[in-house]
């Protein structure tokens, strides 16, 4: 890729991916109209793999070792299998998507924790600060919209196992994921996953569909759209980034989001989640910001 065109796609993967990533919310509401949780990402899971699959069969990449297999395995239980099933559940069992969405959008200052000590990546005052200052802003935009009305114990520990999953499967793929290929990796993971939401909706649903158009139409999106583009982008930030300052764009997730529900279902966007919209932009600015001093430090002499 000419150097240009590399420094670009690299300037603009963050921007994309939150966009991607936040679409996905949307598409979930759509979704659930027409199937149960686990079916639905059973099938979802399903179309994922078929399309992987066709593209590893023309393109013919390198299979990554046993180990290889085995990580790619847990890395994909944790990041999309219990993270997804686990904010689906937590809404079925009674949690407003704002308030499941608060409690996953602590998984920044979870993850740069567990980073500090695991993978050895220092958090600066001023990124703890911009971690908190997001949280704040999070908790501004959903504010209105996080009533616990009949959340169930269920519905809680479901949103913190998604919590916990989608934070230890962000450091596991960085750490163990990041030289395999991402053909057979995201084949592997989503492999794993499609057998474990088919299990879940065979033992706990009623597999019930209603095949309408919209929702196939969904249903496509996020195969093609979320489960490999989105995902693609995500595993791409954490192998050129330091784990904080990618799951930092987590916070953005919930003001843009919001911004998308006004457009696409004209729900209500209050002042107050605009004044949080801004607060989360600068606790981003705060954990991604780079002094002069390490930014020509981190440029190779020529």
Not at 178 to 195: H, K
Not at 205 to 229: C, D, K, M, N
Request: net charge positive; with cysteine.
């Amino acid at each position: 890729m000419p150097r240009r065109l590399e420094e670009a796609a690299v300037f603009a993967a963050p921007g994309v991916f939150l966009v991607l990533w936040s679409s996905g919310f949307v598409a979930g509401k759509f979704g659930m109209r027409y199937a149960e949780p686990l079916t639905y990402l059973a099938l979802r899971m399903t179309g994922v793999v078929v399309v992987l699959l066709a593209i590893i069969i023309v393109t013919r990449p390198r299979w990554p070792s046993p180990a290889g297999w085995l990580h790619s395995t847990v890395a994909g239980l944790l990041v999309h299998g219990f993270y997804q099933g686990g904010v689906y559940v937590s809404i079925e069992y009674g949690l407003s998507p704002g308030l499941a969405a608060l409690v996953v959008s602590l998984q920044p200052v979870l993850t740069s924790t567990l980073a500090n000590r695991w993978l050895g990546e220092r958090v600066a005052a001023r990124q703890w600060l911009g971690l908190a200052l997001g949280l704040l802003g999070v908790y501004l935009v959903l504010r209105d919209k996080t009533g616990t009305g009949g959340a169930t114990l269920l519905g809680w520990l479901m949103a913190a196992m998604a919590l916990v999953s989608i934070t230890i499967g962000t450091l596991y793929q960085k750490r163990f994921g990041g030289a395999i290929d991402w053909r057979p990796a995201l084949g592997i993971q989503y492999g794993a996953c499609m057998l474990l939401f088919v299990l879940g909706a065979y033992v706990f649903e009623t597999r019930a569909v209603q095949w309408e158009p919209p929702f196939v139409l969904v249903l496509a999106y996020v195969i093609l759209v979320l489960s490999i583009g989105a995902v693609y982008l995500f595993y791409y930030l954490i192998r050129r980034a330091e784990a904080t300052r990618v799951v930092s764009l987590f916070y953005l997730t919930p003001p843009t989001t919001t911004l998308m529900a006004w457009i696409v279902f004209g729900d209500r966007l209050a002042p107050l989640a605009l004044l949080g919209m801004a607060v989360c932009v600068a606790g981003v600015a705060l954990v991604n910001w780079r002094p002069k001093a390490m930014r020509e430090a981190s440029v190779p002499a020529k």
